[in-house]
């Protein structure tokens, strides 16, 4: 069943060629880091995404936690600091909110908490393939039923279909 699933991925990369365009998609795939999880992101507009993702931690307590983030990218900064060109590779700063159900207490952390993000990261979109390679900081301020700092991040893949 493996061999299949992986053929079946490879042959669906191969056959999108040059259709990806960065201005405008849906990307689905994973993130492992802390959380890990599922995400999903809509690009539109060049500088312009939404993404949001349904993950679960277990650094301490088991966790569920569902996250949206507005996403504003910046195509100069790599360029400036570290001399990088081209179109597909990109900073981003975002802001949204978080929902996390535990099932225990940590670190005087609540059970269940409503937070606000604000994640920063850097993609790489290739050119040939609809394909997006991440890595990305979060940092969480619960602020109900306690105020407390969190910070997350990971790297992660999606998978464009348009």
Do not use: C
């Amino acid at each position: 069943m493996k061999k299949i699933v992986t053929i079946g991925l490879l042959i669906l990369i191969m056959s999108a060629g040059n259709v990806f365009a960065l201005d405008n998609g849906f990307g689905v795939g994973g993130m492992i880091g802390e959380p890990s999880g599922a995400t999903v992101k809509y690009i539109f507009g060049k500088y312009n995404a939404i993404d949001a993702g349904l993950d679960w931690s277990t650094w301490g307590t088991n966790a569920v936690e569902l996250h949206a983030d507005y996403l504003i990218n910046n195509y100069t900064i790599l360029k400036n600091l570290f001399n990088v060109e081209g179109e597909n590779q990109f900073a981003y700063i975002g802001l949204g909110g978080r929902i996390k159900f535990a099932d225990k207490i940590i670190f005087n952390n609540s059970l269940n908490s409503i937070g606000v993000r604000l994640p920063i990261g850097i993609s790489y979109i290739f050119k040939d393939t609809p394909i997006e390679l991440f890595l990305e900081i979060a940092f969480v301020l619960d602020v109900s039923p306690s105020t407390n700092f969190n910070l997350q991040g990971g790297v992660g893949a999606r998978y464009y279909f348009f």
